[in-house]
């Protein structure tokens, strides 16, 4: 069983920045392959795809809305995957989720929510205009 644990959310104005970071609590993050993912779902919405990176690092794909402002990252040494957010806008104000996907073989990006195997709790990220 694989538990992810999200911090780093919390209130912001328009233009600042925040660093989301996710803790996964299983001793075999890097051997098990995981491509890593952040979703987020604002009020009344449905979750979308944010960024997500591949299990060695590699590979990086961004959401079209964050691209230029957000940097996905991994240390798979200590087990984290943080979000780097930049030039934050109320547009951003949602729950942010990370995602495990256990890919096996493939070293490469994973957008889509449904091949994802498990999620995190979230921490609320609100930017204020």
């Known amino acids: 069983q694989v538990q992810l644990v999200e911090s780093g959310g919390g209130l912001v104005q328009a233009g600042g920045s925040l660093r989301l970071s996710c803790a996964a609590s299983?001793?075999?993050?890097?051997?098990?392959?995981?491509?890593m993912g952040w979703f987020r779902q604002a009020p009344g919405k449905e979750r979308e795809f944010v960024a997500g990176?591949?299990?060695?690092?590699?590979?990086?794909g961004y959401a079209d809305y964050v691209k230029g402002r957000f940097t996905i990252s991994r240390d798979n040494a200590k087990k984290t995957v943080d979000l780097q957010m930049n030039s934050l806008k109320p547009e951003d104000t949602a729950v942010y989720y990370c995602?495990?996907?256990?890919?096996?073989?493939?070293?490469?990006?994973?957008?889509?929510?449904?091949?994802?195997?498990?999620w995190g709790q979230g921490t609320q990220v609100t930017v204020s205009s």
């Open positions: 995602a495990a996907d256990r890919t096996y073989y493939s070293d490469t990006v994973t957008r889509s929510q449904d091949e994802y195997d498990y």
């Open positions: 299983v001793s075999t993050f890097a051997s098990s392959r995981f491509a």
């Open positions: 990176i591949s299990w060695s690092g590699g590979s990086t």
